[in-house]
């Protein structure tokens, strides 16, 4: 049985970092097909209104905390979060232990050649990661099938996509069963992070629980996706909409 928190209804692992990447490297082991979500307190009010998130979150393997806003939560539950989970840290964790067992990975998402120097870099510092392929995440419905061919002929053990939210969990629900991948990841805008296109917060941000502060200096165009935020406290504070 899981062990999970319900916050507006959308189950969160409580098991940290640690143990989702242990959960995530069992997956390749068990010869399953995993959906493993990210959802910050952004994705969580979405999901309040999108019935078609709400259910691919309901029904994902392991789904992490990816946003202090919801550790933060998880404080009005019986049983808290030991800690924020990124997908971007997650992602990295899973690389350190993928290296040593000579598993593989395709990158699909993010704009043209973000996918592929993201790739180049994961490769050239966790050497024993075999990179399978790369595809950018601009294509039309007509692609759809070649692209998933594509994948499917790699085979990989992991699959990252990132298309953003929710178009990725939404792929990845729709297509994980036809490309052959055991774990499918949605990570956002983590590959300009890897491709060194986007720092990440510093530490102290990291630290404090304001990375969130970082991003809107950074891309000021953040704000109107930031207004969520404040709505999501109010409406735990309010509903105390935890279990």
Not at 13 to 37: L, P, Q, R, S, W
Not at 221 to 231: D, G, Y
């Amino acid at each position: 049985m899981k062990d999970i928190i319900e916050i507006m209804d959308v189950p969160f692992d409580t098991t940290g970092m640690d143990g989702a990447v242990k959960k995530v490297m069992g997956y390749f082991k068990d010869g399953g097909e995993h959906i493993v979500c990210t959802p910050n307190p952004e994705i969580v009010m979405d999901a309040q209104k999108d019935k078609t998130l709400f259910s691919i979150l309901r029904a994902a393997d392991l789904v992490v905390p990816d946003g202090i806003g919801i550790v933060w939560a998880s404080k009005f539950c019986h049983k808290k979060l030991k800690e924020r989970v990124s997908g971007y840290d997650l992602c990295i964790n899973v690389f350190d232990k993928m290296k040593y067992e000579n598993r593989t990975v395709y990158f699909f998402g993010g704009k043209p050649g973000v996918a592929a120097e993201a790739a180049k870099r994961v490769e050239l510092k966790y050497k024993g990661i075999n990179v399978v392929g790369c595809r950018n995440g601009y294509f039309s419905q007509k692609d759809e099938n070649n692209i998933i061919a594509e994948i499917k002929a790699a085979s990989p053990d992991l699959l990252l996509v990132g298309l953003g939210s929710p178009k990725q969990e939404k792929w990845i629900y729709d297509n994980l069963r036809f490309t052959g991948a055991r774990v499918a990841i949605g990570v956002g805008g983590c590959f300009d992070v890897m491709a060194g296109n986007l720092n990440r917060a510093p530490e102290i941000y990291r630290t404090m629980g304001i990375e969130w502060l970082y991003r809107l200096i950074k891309q000021p165009t953040r704000f109107k996706r930031m207004l969520k935020l404040p709505k999501f406290a109010i409406m735990i504070i309010i509903k105390r909409n935890v279990k």
